[in-house]
């Protein structure tokens, strides 16, 4: 059974950092792109950042250049969110999600097929 687990999430304040952790099972992660999005309380999810299969291409939303890094370990079988410099209007359920291509398109949730449960991200002083 293919499922993708989320974790790392938690309280942070403002300025502080967090590693989110999806880790893949039931399948081999290295066939796949993978994609972090989030989603905030009255808001539709968005696209944070996604990276191809072999981890060299990588795209993130303007308002996480600079701020989140997004990388894999494929013999792990796991992929990674890094965010510093976290700000309140980060604070959302985070979900990592696959699908079985070298390349993500658009790097919107419609292309992905294979979804965790999500981590909550609060960013709060």
């Known amino acids: 059974q293919l499922q993708l687990v989320e974790s790392g999430g ?3 304040q ?5 590693r989110l952790s999806c880790a893949a099972s039931g399948f081999t992660l290295t066939y796949y792109a993978i994609g972090w999005f989030r ?8 696209g ?3 990276i191809s299969r072999s981890g060299a291409s990588s795209v993130y939303a303007d308002s996480m ?3 989140f890094t997004i990388s894999r370990d494929n013999a792990n079988n796991t992929a990674y969110l890094q965010m510093n410099s976290l700000k309140p209007e ?3 359920v985070y979900y990592c999600a696959a699908v079985a291509s070298n390349y993500y398109h658009s790097c919107s949730f419609s292309e992905f097929a294979s979804w965790g449960r999500g981590t909550q991200v609060t960013v709060s002083s």
């Open 10 to 12: 938690g309280l942070v």
């Open 14 to 18: 403002p300025g502080g950092s967090l």
């Open 39 to 46: 989603q905030a309380p009255g808001k539709e999810r968005e």
């Open 48 to 50: 944070v950042s996604c």
């Open 65 to 67: 250049k600079g701020r």
């Open 90 to 92: 980060d604070t959302a």
